[in-house]
């Protein structure tokens, strides 16, 4: 059943206050898939279903909400709603709604959980919003070393129930410094009477709360984690990062780069919610920006005037070269900024990037160029010479984008900015202009037009 088949089903039992019908409904129903259908109903009626639910579901679906949709459930809940949802969410979810939520909503939620609640969610709150401590949650399964197996798995079903996850155990001494860690797989495996110490893995990979939390999230990757444990300054075990968040800090630093590299300032809020006023101020600046460099090419064909009066054919080959240029600088960047994210090169790689970007825009640029004289050719009997004039061009534009196009975002990142500032349309901007530069300068040397 698709979800709009579900929407009609659930408005049709709606208005017949078919309860049990709703009930079952929604039980064979992910909490995602439940958010979705709620927001296709108006305010009072999604309140009513949202009341239908269980305590445990209905909190699994709140997490699943835009910061929009909860707002508007937290605005409508009673006292014990809140203190109901709150109780039920993980700590990290619950940090992750509070985040966004205006002060004054913040103020009333806490005031409704759990002393020892607001003790755990205050504490991640204090993070930066870019560490993985923000991002971690503190209710895993920690075991002591001298446990035998048993009892672990003992320990494990009488205060697992409220853990993000049950496979992945964490050994701590009374300090709570990190030991080890054992999986419930090796546990199940092994004689009921092994110690935990004994089984566990000690040489465990982490990280610290004030680490980036997109390095954190790049380890579940590389190391295929289901969580990853996250320490303190004092290396004492405070919490655990799960995969799923660790996909949402991915999925949102990619949303992030694209956005960048599309010359806008980062968005969090959905398209079609975002106020147009707020999508002004965050593409204006790119765009001021990026005019005032446009106006460098004016000024270069300003000053080659008498050379596009002179032969008015050049001027045709002027977008082929600048939109070509761009092309070759954007495929450069755009392959150096990914293999920067995935830690495939470095600032220290510079020199290796120049000599391939060298060596490929050689080969490349020498082909297109190539192409071009034959063209010209055809297109234009007798005109060999400035045919020649528009191959060689295309060479060292080609030449000059790759190798501005590689190295760009690798100075971004030496001076510590996000390398994907560095590509189109900025790449495109700057080549565009030293394109113009490079055909019109080969042009009155290689024509022996006056300047």
């Known amino acids: 059943m698709t979800i709009e088949e579900r929407v009609e089903r659930i408005t049709a039992l709606l208005a017949k206050r078919d309860i049990a019908g ?8 992910e909490p995602v898939d439940i958010a979705e259908i709620l927001s296709a109903f108006p305010d009072e009626k999604r309140i009513v279903l949202f009341r239908i639910l269980p305590k445990d579901e209905a909190a699994d679906t709140f997490s699943e909400m835009e910061p929009e949709e909860q707002q508007k459930f937290l605005d409508n809940f009673t006292d014990q709603e809140v203190k109901d949802v709150l109780a039920e969410m993980y700590t990290d979810d619950a940090v992750d709604m509070l985040e966004e939520m205006p002060a004054n909503v913040v103020r009333r939620v806490l005031s409704k959980v759990r002393p020892e609640d607001r003790k755990d969610i205050n504490a991640l709150l204090k993070y930066p919003e870019d560490s993985a401590g923000a991002v971690m949650t503190t209710e895993y399964i920690r075991l002591r070393p001298n446990m035998t197996v048993m009892e672990a798995i003992r320990w494990i079903r009488a205060n697992g129930e409220d853990s993000e996850d049950l496979y992945t155990c964490y050994v701590t001494d009374t300090a709570q410094k990190l030991l080890g860690v054992v999986t419930v797989r090796e546990m199940l495996l092994c004689k009921r009477n092994a110690e935990i110490i004994d089984i566990m893995t ?3 990979i982490s990280v610290h709360t004030t680490e980036d939390r997109e390095n954190a999230a790049k380890l579940f990757d590389r190391y295929d984690f289901t969580t990853l444990p996250v320490l303190d300054a004092e290396n ?8 799923d968040d660790a996909i949402d800090v991915l999925t949102e630093e990619a949303t992030e780069d694209f956005q960048k590299m599309a010359g806008t300032t980062p968005e969090d809020a959905p398209y079609l919610k975002t106020p147009v006023i707020r999508m002004v101020g965050h593409r204006i600046i790119w765009l001021i920006v990026l005019m005032m460099a446009d106006m460098v090419s004016g000024g270069i064909l300003g000053k080659f005037e008498d050379t596009l009066t002179a032969i008015p054919i050049l001027i045709t080959f002027i977008p082929m070269l600048t939109d070509t240029g761009g092309n070759a600088g954007a495929q450069s960047s755009t392959l150096v900024i990914r293999s920067l994210a995935l830690h495939e090169i470095s600032v220290k790689d510079a020199l290796k990037v120049i ?7 050689l080969i490349c640029g020498l082909i297109l160029g190539a192409l071009n004289y034959i063209r010209i050719l055809i297109q234009y009997p007798g005109h ?5 004039t528009v191959a060689i061009a295309m060479l060292c534009t080609v030449v000059m984008a790759k190798v501005i ?4 975002p690798l100075i971004a990142t030496k001076l510590h900015l996000d390398p994907a500032m560095m590509a189109s349309p900025l790449i495109t901007t700057i080549v565009d202009s030293c394109s113009l530069l490079i055909f019109l300068s080969i042009s009155r040397a290689l024509l ?4």
């Open 405 to 408: 196009g590689g190295v760009l």
């Open 448 to 451: 022996h037009i006056p300047g």
């Open 384 to 388: 060999e010479l400035i045919g020649l």
């Open 22 to 29: 709703l009930k079952e409904i929604f039980t064979h129903m």
């Open 355 to 361: 000599w391939k970007e060298l060596r490929v825009a």
């Open 202 to 204: 000690r040489d465990v």
């Open 236 to 243: 004492r075990l405070v919490g655990i990062i799960t995969v």
